[in-house]
Structures are given as structure tokens and as C-alpha cells.
């Protein structure tokens, strides 16, 4: 199947500092997003991304959707303690390709912990 | 409006064991997904379905059967529960196909232990 390599894998941040993990993948997607999952929760969209180049805010969150299409980049400004958690990408395939345009190719996660 | 509602929330079962996975919206959704997660390795899809009638497999979807005879409900069976498949079970809906994927609201998952 399709590999997307998050990283970093974890990261362990004092509050008020700024935070930045990327996802890079050997495949082309045509959509990328950006996922947050707390403890014993699922998964809650942050951020979706459509075009090569875009840059999308949300909050003290921006994303962006890499140039070539193989990768993405999460930055989280002035972090807060509720920023804790999982942070995951997807990208999903252009139509036409083998794997199907239905369906999301999951990166492996970063961990922000908050030191205090 | 309760969204995308899992249960059970744990289960422990003995190898070869069968259960069913429940997994269920409110929304009127058409497509419906199950992904496992393990550590390490992000979110997998198992199955999927673009609506009532219509399933497909996804990633990893040995071990597992799925069906969709409502809009509603898309319960995951195991068959013969293995130590393997000992994950966290996460369901999923949207309102239609992954063209749109920023609409896509998942279930709070399953955990399963297989012994």
C-alpha cells in the first residue's frame, strides 16, 4: 500500500512555542488534510488542503500543501496545553489510480506533549 | 444528533472467538468506513461502503466482513478473532464519496483485545 513518513514521530514542547511536523509521501495526492486526536477520542479534522501551493489557516494552525504534491506541512503557533494529542495526515489519490479515489492513506502520527 | 456512535467501547475475546463490531450515524451519510489503528502505523482502512447495498475492501481487510443494509449501519464482523487483530477500531462517515473529504466524522472507537 501507500506510505506517508510523518515526522516528527513525537515532540515535547514548553508552552507558548511554536511547532511545526510535515508529512512526505512517494505518491502524488490530490488532497491533503490534517487530523487531531485526543486520548480515547477519535480522530477530528483540523485542516483540508485541495490545491498544490495552498497555505490554509485555521486558528493559530496553518497548513500547507507542498509544491510537488508529495508532502505537507502543520505549523501550530504559540502553543496552549490543549494542543496535546496526536497529530495525524492524509493525502488521498487522484481519481484513476489504483488505490481509488475513495479512500485516505493515513500518515503515522506525531505526539505533542506539553512540557509544563 | 448524536453522529457517528461505536459500541462496544472495549471488548477482550479468546482466539477464534466471532463478534460484531457496531457502528452507526444519524446523519443521513452515505459513505461509511472502518479503520484500525495500531501504534506506530497510523490508521488502516479495513472496509467501506459508498452507500446501503454497496461495499468494498479496503487496505487490510482479511479477517473482517462487512455488510450495509441501511444507510445507518455498517457493522464490522470478525470472524475468527486472531491476536492480530487486537487494535483500536475507529468507524467513519461522510456525507458523500471522499471527493469532499473534509466532511468525514469519526466514531469516539472500539478497543480490542484478542487473547
Known amino acids: 500500500g501507500q506510505q506517508l513518513n510523518q515526522s516528527p514521530q513525537s515532540m515535547f514542547i514548553q508552552e507558548g512555542e511554536d511547532v511545526s511536523m510535515n508529512c512526505t509521501s512517494s505518491?502524488?495526492?490530490?488532497?491533503w488534510l490534517w487530523y487531531k486526536q485526543d486520548p480515547g477520542e477519535g480522530p477530528v479534522l483540523l485542516i483540508a488542503?485541495?490545491?498544490?501551493?495552498e497555505l490554509t489557516s485555521n486558528g493559530r494552525l496553518t497548513a500547507q500543501f507542498g509544491i510537488t504534491r508529495k508532502d505537507s506541512f502543520l505549523n501550530i503557533s504559540a502553543s496552549i496545553p490543549s494542543d496535546v494529542g496526536i497529530y495525524f495526515c492524509?493525502?488521498?489519490?487522484?481519481?484513476?489510480?489504483?488505490?481509488?479515489?475513495?479512500?485516505?492513506?493515513f500518515g503515522t502520527g506525531t505526539r505533542l506533549t506539553i512540557i509544563p | 444528533n448524536a453522529g457517528v456512535t461505536q459500541t462496544p467501547k472495549f471488548q477482550v475475546l479468546k482466539t477464534g472467538q466471532s463478534m460484531t463490531l457496531q457502528c452507526a450515524q444519524d446523519?443521513?451519510?452515505?459513505?461509511m468506513s472502518w479503520y484500525r489503528q495500531d501504534p506506530g502505523m497510523g490508521l488502516r482502512l479495513i472496509h467501506y461502503?459508498?452507500?446501503?447495498?454497496?461495499?468494498d475492501q479496503g487496505e487490510v481487510p482479511n479477517g473482517y466482513n462487512v455488510s450495509r443494509s441501511t444507510t445507518e449501519d455498517f457493522p464490522l464482523r470478525l470472524l475468527s478473532a486472531a491476536p492480530s487483530q487486537t487494535s483500536v477500531y475507529f468507524c467513519?462517515?461522510?456525507?458523500?464519496?471522499?471527493?469532499?473529504?473534509?466532511?468525514?466524522?469519526f466514531g469516539p472507537g472500539t478497543r480490542l483485545t484478542v487473547l
Open positions: 467513519a462517515s461522510s456525507p458523500g464519496s471522499l471527493r469532499r473529504t473534509d466532511t468525514q466524522y
Open positions: 505518491s502524488i495526492f490530490n488532497t
Open positions: 488542503l485541495y490545491k498544490a501551493g
Open positions: 492524509a493525502g488521498q489519490l487522484p481519481r484513476g489510480s489504483n488505490f481509488g479515489n475513495e479512500k485516505l492513506t
Open positions: 446523519m443521513n451519510h452515505e459513505y
Open positions: 461502503s459508498v452507500g446501503a447495498g454497496i461495499t
